[in-house]
């Protein structure tokens, strides 16, 4: 059984037709990636589905429930977490006060924020426990804004893992990385995710870090589905090479 169904969802903005009947079906703790170029429509599909945006037509699923059009928050509180690619998460807090603003949001508790954070405990030791996952712990009471990009990166997926999802979104994690730092990401993020069980929907660019990590690989081109399979598969398919892969053997 999927854990997110996406049914022939159809999107556009002023004219343009940035989905035409995606369909897509996640399962559960599969590392499951979304590709293809720019303006694929991959983003769309990842706000459909996190209820940033509502679909012109088609159907969202998380676990045969619809969730069609729901809140963000909503969505987040059933499980569905999501870190984009230019997340510039509060740059004058700490590490630990991001974590914990992510978490009160999660939980639904933002209205309290008069309150100064530390009067949060469960919320910091959610915190915490997020941070010592992704190796931060350590710089807890360092500024967001004096982090380097690797550990902006490690602090994006500690603000979506607070939320305790059982389906991570993550756009295009590697972007900005040196190649050696993109190795790390890539095993990190694998290590990390079937440690905790969590499922892996996530978009990138970097090919080789696509087949090193996902299971099964979606292609979208021009809005719609254009092939999918285990990244072998789509490493062989002709039109995929045409469209994204640069028609290479």
């Known amino acids: 059984m999927a854990l997110l169904r996406v049914e022939k969802v159809y999107k ?10 995606v369909s897509l079906e996640v399962r559960a703790e599969a590392f499951h990636a979304l590709v293809g170029p720019n303006g694929a429509g991959k983003t769309t599909l990842f706000n459909v589905i996190t ?26 509180r059933l499980g569905i977490a999501v870190a984009f690619q230019r997340a ?5 807090m700490t590490v630990l006060e991001a974590v914990v603003l992510a978490r ?6 933002t209205f309290r924020l008069l309150r100064p954070l530390s009067s949060f405990p469960e919320a910091q030791a959610k915190a915490q426990a997020a941070l010592a996952k992704v190796g931060l712990e350590a710089h807890a009471g360092r500024r967001v804004a004096e982090l380097p990009l690797g550990d ?21 994690p590697l972007a900005g990385l040196s190649r050696a730092e993109r ?23 970097d ?7 996902a299971d099964r690989v979606t292609v979208l081109h021009q ?5 999918e399979g285990t990244p072998e598969e789509i490493r062989r398919d002709a039109a995929v090479r045409a469209a994204f892969l640069g028609g290479g053997a």
């Open 51 to 76: 209820g940033r945006l509502v679909p012109d037509q088609g159907r969202v699923f998380f676990r045969d429930r619809e969730i069609t059009g729901w809140p963000t928050p909503k969505v987040a």
């Open 183 to 205: 190795r790390r990401m890539v095993d990190f993020i694998g290590d990390l995710l079937r440690r905790e069980g969590v499922t892996l929907l996530f978009t990138e660019h």
């Open 223 to 227: 809005g719609q589905v254009l092939a």
């Open 207 to 213: 090919t080789e870090a696509v087949l090193a990590l």
């Open 152 to 172: 902006l990166k490690r602090l994006d997926v500690a603000m979506a893992l607070v939320a305790e999802p059982e389906i991570l979104l993550l756009d295009e």
């Open 12 to 21: 556009s903005f002023q004219g343009f037709l940035a989905l035409s009947g």
């Open 104 to 109: 009160l949001g999660y939980t639904g508790q």
């Open 88 to 92: 510039q998460p509060f740059p004058s």
